[in-house]
């Protein structure tokens, strides 16, 4: 059923201002929240479709991207969240997908608050705080039109033993969730953003906000692993307050068509952001991904590493963003973007950056594309080695470096996903 009239437009979708007042309404939505909403309708009107000139949208097409159906509302939740994977019986789970989101009795019992954004008593100043409308076109059109949110509340001096597991859904035709994290002071906890399903023809447009308290320690990872044929823009961003410790973890595995768009604010002195990620491609899969470290206060730290793998024709792009503003002295950044080929049709472009506005930082960046060292396959082959064996080795060192960086029990869930999208490739 759709939910939201999207007018029939090459590119940019035209989003009707009386089928998204209707959609409140049927929602039982609170006039705060629907005059949010038309505010950013009012924003998305008035941005024009990405261009390739564009810097940030010069490797992928926003075409891609687009809803090209009605929005729709996501399917209705599903009863076994489990389903397709093992896990334990005492994972804390929400399950985000269609009306109020499920969660897990172990999520419960750890003291999690999770509640629709829509709910009342939702407050809405964290809404857009961190990812404006005027963020960009994507932005504004999940402000306006968001289908699915929550907002997961880990209260004052929460201390998580395990991840909480939040999973995304994609649905048929267009899916929009949106997702506040707020980590008060004190808190010790793994967030896992897992987005899911899709297929041929589905869309999906998310937005993450994240809210790290002063003295706060939270792990923050994006799985996206959608099914073959699924295009999606996801933009996450990150406050981090005074002392604040932020590890966010990302890994592009699915889909046909990715944008990320990845960023952090370390606003408060002592604030410490890392990023780790790994992109895998293989056929003509294409992910493009955008980081952003703003230091915004003084004295501090933050770290980037990020490998892309690609066989086949996939593509991979990356553009990485360090600044430092003028009133962030004794700062230090580092970012790493290296990138493996395993064919002579697959290809990545890297662009680290640099914006440094003030004096007395530490500030560095690196970045390669290689395809595989034919000397070290000679090697391993020489040892007895299979050629696709070989190769699959060659790829598990190069990662290596990253992969130690997770911690547990993480490494171990993305050790095994990356082990299964080695098995298929040849030498």
Not at 93 to 104: D, Q
Not at 310 to 334: D, F, K, V, W
Not at 362 to 368: K, Q
Request: glycine letters at 8%.
């Amino acid at each position: 059923m759709a939910d939201v009239a999207l007018l029939s437009a090459p590119g940019k979708p035209v989003l009707a201002a009386e089928a998204l007042r209707d959609f409140a309404r049927r929602r039982g939505e609170s006039a705060p929240l629907l005059a949010a909403r038309l505010a950013a309708l009012e924003v998305y009107a008035a941005c024009a479709s990405p261009d390739r000139v564009r810097h940030l949208w010069r490797f992928t097409d926003p075409a891609l991207l687009w809803p090209a159906s009605p929005l729709v509302a996501a399917a209705a939740p599903d009863p076994a969240p489990t389903r397709g994977r093992a896990r334990d019986d005492d994972e804390a789970v929400v399950w985000l997908a269609g009306g109020a989101p499920l969660l897990s009795a172990a999520a419960a019992d750890a003291g999690i608050q999770v509640a629709p954004l829509a709910a009342a008593g939702v407050e809405l100043d964290r809404l857009g705080a961190a990812v404006p409308a005027a963020h960009g076109p994507f932005e504004a059109l999940n402000a306006a039109a968001w289908c699915d949110g929550a907002l997961v509340r880990l209260p004052r001096r929460t201390i998580l033993a395990r991840p909480l597991r939040v999973v995304v859904p994609a649905a048929a035709g267009t899916t929009l969730p949106r997702l506040l994290i707020v980590a008060e002071a004190g808190v010790e906890a793994m967030v896992i953003e897992e987005h899911v399903g899709g297929g041929d023809d589905a869309r999906v447009v998310g937005v993450s906000e994240l809210f790290v308290a002063p003295g706060a320690r939270l792990r923050h990872v994006l799985l996206q692993r959608w099914a073959a044929g699924t295009a999606g823009h996801l933009t996450t961003r990150a406050i981090l307050e005074r002392d604040a410790d932020l590890l966010t973890v990302v890994a592009a595995l699915g889909g046909a068509v990715a944008k990320l768009d990845l960023g952090a604010v370390l606003a408060g002195e002592g604030a410490r952001s890392r990023m780790v990620g790994v992109a895998l491609g293989q056929g003509r899969q294409h992910h493009d991904i955008h980081t952003l470290h703003r230091h915004a206060a003084g004295h501090t730290r933050s770290n980037l590493d990020i490998k892309a793998v690609l066989s086949g024709r996939a593509r991979s792009a990356y553009t990485g963003l360090i600044r430092i503003e003028a009133g962030a002295p004794h700062s230090e950044a580092y970012q790493e973007n290296r990138n493996l080929l395993l064919s002579d049709r697959c290809r990545a472009d890297t662009i680290p950056e640099l914006e440094i506005l003030t004096d007395e930082v530490s500030c560095s960046h690196g970045a390669t594309v290689s395809p595989v060292d034919p000397e070290q396959l000679f090697y391993l082959r020489s040892r007895g080695l299979a050629p696709a064996e070989a190769v699959r080795l060659v790829v598990r060192g190069f990662l290596e470096p990253t992969l130690c960086q997770l911690p547990e029990p993480l490494r171990g869930d993305v050790e095994a996903l990356v082990t299964d999208r080695l098995a298929g490739l040849g030498g």
